[in-house]
C-alpha cells in the first residue's frame, strides 16, 4: 500500500470534529494509499498565520501540503487590501516551494456561503489563480464545484451550518473525496514533472517569503510574566501584559502579524509604530461565553498603506481597557470589547515580520 503524509496549513474548516482531515485517511485508503494526516489549522486564521506556522515546523516529511485559507483570507483581502494578501498568500508559497521543492502543495478553495460576499470572493479567486498560474500549480476548488452543482440558493444554503462552515455528514464527506482525488491525480502528474530549481519572479510586488517568528514569550526585551495556556489540541506560551502597560522593542523589519491568546481576562491592545497606530479587540466572542476557554488568534499588521519608516524603529504594544476610543481601530470578527470589571490583559505569543 502506497504510504502518504499530509500536512494540513488551514482554519476552523480543517478541524471540525468528523470533518473533511478526519475523513481524508478513510477516502484514500480506498485507492490503496495509507495516509497520515498532521493537522496544523488553526481556526479564526489567515494565511500569515499560516506562514508563521510553516516557520515553526519541519514539513520534510511531507508529501502533500493542503494550504486551506481562502474562506479566512476573505476579510484580510477586503480590508487589508489586494496587495497586501497578494504578498502574504505568495509568501506563504514561496517558502514551502522553496523549503520543499519535492512537496506537493495543494491550495483547497473553499467559500462563504451569502451571496454578499461573491463579489470579494470573485475577485480573490481571479488573484489567487493568476498567482498559483505562475508557479504551475492547481487549486483544489471546492466551491465552484459546489456553486455550478446547487445553482439554487435554498439547496446550497442548506449546505452550511453558518456563513463560514460545512455540515457534516454532507458536504464534508464529498470534500474529502473531492481532495482526495485531486491530490492523486496531482501526484501522477508530479512524478512526470521536473523538480523545480529556481522560483519564477513572484507576480506581487514583494512576497514575504523571507519573514520571521519573534517568540515573545522569550524575547529578550520582555520583562512581564509568562503564562501557559494548554487544552487537548494546543499549547501556548504567552506574554502576559497587564492593563496600562506595554511591551516595547527595537526592531528594523516591517510587522505583519501580532499573535495573541484570546482568554476570559483578554482586553484591547494597541500596536505603535512609526507614529502609526493600529487597535484590537483581544477578547472573542466564543471565549466570552465560555464556550471555549482560549482560542489562539492573531491580528493582522500588514496593509496596502501601513508603510513604516526605514531603519530602526521603536515598536510598542499596549494593554488597554475597552472604551470608546476607535483611533486607528481594526474591527476583526466575532472580537468584542471586555465589559467586565475583572483583572485583565493582552496575553502575546508571536510576532511575524519581514
Not at 27 to 56: E, P, W
Not at 133 to 158: E, H, S, V
Not at 199 to 207: D, N, Q, W
Request: charged residues 20%.
Amino acid at each position: 500500500m502506497q504510504q502518504l503524509n499530509i500536512a494540513i496549513l488551514g482554519g476552523s474548516n480543517s478541524l471540525i470534529r468528523g470533518g473533511y482531515t478526519a475523513l481524508l485517511p478513510e477516502v484514500l485508503k480506498h485507492s490503496g494509499v495509507d495516509c497520515q494526516v498532521l493537522n496544523l489549522a488553526v481556526g479564526a486564521n489567515t494565511c500569515l498565520r499560516g506562514l508563521s506556522t510553516a516557520l515553526q515546523n519541519d514539513l520534510s516529511e511531507c508529501d502533500v501540503i493542503v494550504v486551506e485559507y481562502f474562506i479566512n483570507d476573505y476579510s484580510f483581502y477586503a480590508h487589508c487590501g489586494s496587495e497586501a494578501w497578494m504578498a502574504a498568500y505568495e509568501g506563504l508559497i514561496r517558502h514551502l516551494l522553496a523549503k520543499y521543492p519535492k512537496t506537493l502543495i495543494v491550495p483547497l478553495i473553499l467559500g462563504r456561503r451569502d451571496p454578499g460576499c461573491q463579489k470579494v470572493q470573485q475577485a480573490m479567486r481571479a488573484d489567487l489563480l493568476r498567482l498559483l498560474d505562475n508557479y504551475g500549480i492547481r487549486a483544489a476548488d471546492f466551491d465552484q464545484l459546489l456553486r455550478g452543482q446547487f445553482a439554487d440558493w435554498k439547496q446550497f444554503r442548506l449546505l452550511y451550518s453558518d456563513g463560514g462552515h460545512f455540515r457534516k455528514p454532507y458536504p464534508t464527506n464529498y470534500l474529502a473525496a473531492f481532495l482526495s482525488t485531486h491530490i492523486l491525480a496531482a501526484l501522477r502528474v508530479a512524478k512526470r514533472a521536473r523538480v523545480r530549481k529556481k522560483l519564477p519572479p513572484p507576480v506581487s510586488a514583494s512576497p514575504l517569503e523571507q519573514a520571521r517568528m519573534l517568540n515573545l514569550a522569550h524575547h529578550p526585551e520582555n520583562t512581564f510574566p509568562v503564562q501557559e495556556f494548554k487544552n487537548s489540541k494546543f499549547t501556548a506560551t504567552a506574554v502576559a501584559v497587564p492593563v496600562g502597560s506595554q511591551i516595547e522593542m527595537t526592531m528594523t523589519d516591517r510587522p505583519l502579524l501580532l499573535e495573541f491568546v484570546s482568554a476570559p481576562q483578554s482586553c484591547d491592545l494597541i500596536f505603535e509604530k512609526g507614529g502609526m497606530i493600529q487597535r484590537f479587540r483581544t477578547l472573542h466572542k466564543r471565549v466570552d461565553s465560555s464556550e471555549f476557554g482560549f482560542l489562539l488568534l492573531s491580528a493582522v499588521l500588514l496593509r496596502n498603506d501601513w508603510q513604516a519608516p526605514p531603519g530602526d524603529c521603536r515598536i510598542v504594544i499596549k494593554a488597554v481597557p475597552s472604551d470608546d476610543d476607535r483611533t486607528g481601530f481594526v474591527p476583526q470578527y466575532n472580537l468584542i470589547p471586555n465589559t467586565r470589571q475583572n483583572e485583565q490583559f493582552v496575553y502575546l505569543t508571536g510576532l511575524t515580520t519581514a
